[in-house]
């Protein structure tokens, strides 16, 4: 099986059917309380999944209803007591392994490199297992409406960069390095003002001092928009995080062809539009952890 392919497939058959409404796989919906904000996906284990692995398990859940944000695979659920019922589907994830190659194999005296190889996983939603009974740690810890604001505006102002309110557009601009917002007030809910944010402040991650994405020599003119998908998916991560719901984007519907031409072309584009997108998430998420310091 080629795993990159199979993975690509997957997420292009998902946004082709969620076109119509702009809902992409990382438009999480909650299966129990529509609407809701939808919880990281994570292992059994504790393991928060990532990258390419996120969309898959969210637009599986939402495919087949499953409200738990729990998952594992078939031995984990055995090692626990569970029992994955007969006839239920599993649904593919891709796990990262580290091996160390030869730099040059034409000579054993050369150092090694280290080189990723993805592997592909079958995995099952708690809804699909019976015998299984969560601790208290392992549900979603759910906050009120003023501590996720609260935490909201933290994470942002913890962040470090300059927002600016005023007008009806929301962008990021390299020239002066910041972010234009239109006012809270003028969103129909502090959950599109806050996603829009976390949105721009993905963006905000790409500059050449921070995570310094460059896309111009692999995608050519697609590179704008693949930073649109990275930006897209980066804020889904965010929102998660932050217990906020993520609606779809009506403006950008426009992206939605060059998205669905990139991936189709390039099998591995997918994977890496995630990577960043992780990555940007991650560094800001790292700033929380500097400004805590800085206080202390």
Same mark, same amino acid.
């Given at each position: 099986?080629?795993?990159?392919?199979?993975?690509?497939?997957?997420?292009?058959?998902?946004?082709?059917?969620?076109?119509?409404?702009?809902?992409?796989?990382?438009?999480?919906?909650?299966?129990?309380?529509?609407?809701?904000?939808?919880?990281?996906?994570?292992?059994?284990?504790?393991?928060?999944?990532?990258?390419? /692995?996120?969309?898959?398990?969210?637009?599986?859940?939402?495919?087949?209803?499953?409200?738990?944000?729990?998952?594992?695979?078939?031995?984990?659920?055995?090692?626990?007591?569970?029992?994955?019922?007969?006839?239920?589907?599993?649904?593919?994830?891709?796990?990262?392994?580290?091996?160390?190659?030869?730099?040059?194999?034409?000579?054993?005296?050369?150092?090694?490199?280290?080189?990723?190889?993805?592997?592909?996983?079958?995995?099952?939603?708690?809804?699909?297992?019976?015998?299984?009974?969560?601790?208290?740690?392992?549900?979603?810890?759910?906050?009120?409406?003023?501590?996720?604001?609260?935490?909201?505006?933290?994470?942002?102002? /913890?962040?470090?960069?300059?927002?600016?309110?005023?007008?009806?557009?929301?962008?990021?601009?390299?020239?002066?390095?910041?972010?234009?917002?239109?006012?809270?007030?003028?969103?129909?809910?502090?959950?599109?003002?806050?996603?829009?944010?976390?949105?721009?402040?993905?963006?905000?991650?790409?500059?050449?001092?921070?995570?310094?994405?460059?896309?111009?020599?692999?995608?050519?003119?697609?590179?704008?928009?693949?930073?649109?998908?990275?930006?897209?998916?980066?804020?889904?991560?965010?929102?998660?995080?932050?217990?906020?719901?993520?609606?779809?984007?009506?403006?950008?519907?426009?992206?939605?062809?060059?998205?669905?031409?990139?991936?189709?072309?390039?099998?591995?584009?997918?994977?890496?539009?995630?990577?960043?997108?992780?990555?940007?998430?991650?560094?800001?998420?790292?700033?929380?952890?500097?400004?805590?310091?800085?206080?202390?």
């Amino acid at each position: 099986m080629d795993l990159y392919q199979t993975v690509t497939d997957r997420i292009v058959s998902m946004i082709e059917r969620g076109a119509g409404e702009w809902r992409m796989p990382w438009h999480a919906a909650s299966a129990s309380e529509p609407g809701a904000p939808v919880a990281m996906p994570r292992n059994v284990t504790g393991h928060t999944y990532r990258g390419v /692995n996120v969309p898959l398990l969210w637009a599986s859940a939402e495919a087949f209803g499953y409200a738990s944000p729990i998952w594992a695979t078939y031995r984990q659920w055995q090692e626990r007591g569970a029992q994955v019922r007969g006839g239920e589907k599993s649904t593919l994830i891709v796990f990262w392994k580290r091996i160390e190659v030869a730099a040059n194999d034409n000579d054993d005296d050369d150092p090694t490199e280290t080189r990723l190889i993805a592997r592909g996983y079958a995995v099952f939603n708690a809804a699909q297992v019976d015998g299984f009974d969560p601790k208290p740690a392992e549900c979603t810890a759910k906050r009120s409406e003023p501590q996720r604001i609260e935490a909201t505006e933290a994470f942002f102002r /913890n962040a470090g960069a300059i927002v600016r309110h005023g007008g009806t557009r929301a962008f990021y601009t390299t020239a002066g390095d910041y972010i234009q917002m239109p006012e809270l007030r003028q969103f129909v809910a502090a959950d599109r003002y806050y996603s829009t944010l976390a949105h721009e402040h993905v963006h905000w991650t790409g500059a050449a001092h921070r995570c310094a994405r460059e896309f111009g020599k692999r995608f050519g003119d697609a590179a704008y928009a693949f930073e649109e998908l990275v930006a897209e998916l980066g804020a889904a991560f965010l929102c998660a995080d932050l217990g906020l719901s993520n609606e779809p984007r009506p403006d950008h519907a426009a992206y939605i062809a060059s998205w669905l031409r990139v991936l189709k072309d390039d099998k591995r584009a997918i994977f890496t539009a995630a990577s960043k997108a992780q990555a940007g998430a991650d560094y800001l998420a790292g700033l929380q952890i500097t400004a805590t310091e800085l206080a202390a």
